[in-house]
């Protein structure tokens, strides 16, 4: 999700895991897990009409499977037994093809026509990011250490696994405080809607077997827009699929089961379907589209809507758009796609916002200093504020006033000499050197002088 100017999910991929435990890390190696928990929604599939589900078959085949852990349900039947490789039975019912995406039958039987298929999708995990800085809690501040962490925390969870997942949840915890200090002025720009609607026009369009929907672009610069809702309205009870395509890759970056009911509005709450103008792992600035495949609907068909007022955008443009589908295939001819003012049914609720992400990630070691004392600070906080009783607790609790001091810069702390800043106030300078190297222009530092009669080439000659 987009929150105060990033993509949360893809931040914490970036930084978690920078600096790490000295003490959990003899090593080298780093066992706490990040839990991504990406989730997919249910997708269904139907012989004879999903592509590479034929009739007579017995192999399913669908690379955006890969990485992903399903079960798959056969409508009137039931859940299909998996097959475990190294245990084989008789009662087997599918083989999960993990390399190249897809299932096989296994049981004798093939695929007849009309058969109906659900995968069922659980959310995905994802191992920490190697990404570690060379740095340790540890040397941010003498206390903080995982022994003295361990006895001042609730004791339930000082220990074994518990105390792992403690750990975990509060590098996250402590990341996401820093962040939305950093970046705490309003970020959001804009929360519309593609058209507003005027009085009904149900006439149906007729299905053409194409790929229609909305071309989507996103403003240069730092920028993106999360696609919160979608809406329908058919002449009928229809069960497709709504996908979303980076113009440049094939598999869709999002898909989302979609059931109609005839003659009435149907609203499609879409999570985290989130495009950035620049996007790790994609081309900067590309298009995008959202749709679906009119073959999908067998009979039924989308309603026109009388549109009362194309909506202007401000951080987002868009454009309605149709085009062929690819032979036996889930994709579309991306070439000089067409240009519409067809509605299809379906409407869009958009937001957009400031998106510093892709800076985030390409630049994770400016926050390393800032990791480690906000760290230290929230160890140092516990020790002084524990209610715990054991012996290590006692020698930590007879420095409560100094480590109150090492946190804020009072009492003992404001009497040495030389000043030694709190921990608090060495974050907020910190913070503030990442903000300032975010957001605060430094002027013209180098110019060239003009090139006369270039005009016509500005982009070659400045």
């Known amino acids: 999700m987009i929150s105060n100017g990033y993509d949360t999910q893809a931040v914490m991929n970036a930084l978690f895991g920078r600096i790490k435990w000295r003490s959990l890390n003899p090593g080298g190696t780093y066992p706490l897990n990040l839990s991504v928990g990406a989730t997919r929604s249910d997708f269904f599939i139907k012989t004879g009409t999903t592509t590479g589900l034929s009739v007579g078959g017995t192999t399913y085949s669908d690379s955006s499977l890969i990485g992903w852990t399903y079960d798959v349900e056969q409508i009137g039947y039931g859940t299909l037994k998996q097959r475990d490789p190294l245990n084989p039975s008789s009662d087997d019912d599918i083989l999960i093809d993990t390399v190249n995406g897809g299932w096989s039958l296994v049981n004798g039987t093939t695929f007849s026509l009309g058969q109906k298929f659900v995968e069922h999708f659980l959310p995905q995990q994802q191992v920490t990011p190697n990404n570690f800085s060379s740095r340790y809690y540890e040397q941010f501040h003498p206390l903080c250490t995982l022994d003295n962490l361990s006895a001042v925390i609730e004791q339930d969870l000082s220990t074994g696994s518990a105390f792992t997942s403690f750990l975990t949840d509060l590098e996250q915890g402590m990341i996401m405080t820093l962040l939305n200090g950093i970046f705490s002025e309003p970020q959001m720009i804009e929360d519309t809607v593609i058209f507003d609607r005027q009085l ?8 053409s077997g194409k790929f229609v929907g909305y071309r989507l672009f996103i403003a240069p610069g730092e920028f993106a827009a999360k696609i919160a809702k979608a809406s329908f309205i058919f002449n009928g009870a229809a069960t497709f699929n709504l996908y979303l395509y980076q113009d440049m890759q094939k598999v869709p970056l999002y898909t989302q089961t979609v059931t109609t009911v005839a003659n009435q509005e149907v609203m499609v709450d879409l999570t985290d379907w989130i495009i950035h103008y620049q996007q790790p792992g994609y081309s900067q600035g590309g298009v995008y589209y959202i749709g679906y495949y009119q073959n999908d609907l067998g009979s039924v068909q989308a309603l026109d809507q009388f549109v009362n007022r ?104 404001s009497e040495i000499n030389p000043y030694i800043a709190g921990l608090k106030q060495q974050l907020k300078r910190e913070m503030k050197k990442i903000n300032d190297n975010f957001f605060k222009n430094p002027g013209v530092i180098a110019s060239r002088p003009p090139v006369w009669g270039t005009e016509s080439l500005q982009g070659v000659f400045p």
């Open 310 to 413: 194309w909506n202007e955008s401000l951080a987002f443009g868009y454009t309605a758009m149709e085009a062929v589908q690819l032979a036996n295939q889930y994709d579309f001819v991306r070439i000089q796609v067409p240009y519409t003012y067809k509605t299809y049914g379906m409407n869009l609720q958009i937001e957009t916002y400031r998106d510093f992400t892709n800076r985030i990630v390409k630049n994770a070691n400016l926050f390393d200093e800032a990791l480690g004392i906000a760290m230290a600070t929230v160890v140092l906080g516990y020790m002084a504020y524990t209610t715990r009783t054991n012996y290590e607790q006692r020698q930590l609790k007879d420095m409560a006033n100094i480590l109150y001091g090492e946190i804020n810069n009072s009492g003992v702390a």
């Open 200 to 207: 009904r026009n149900d006439i149906p369009y007729t299905n």
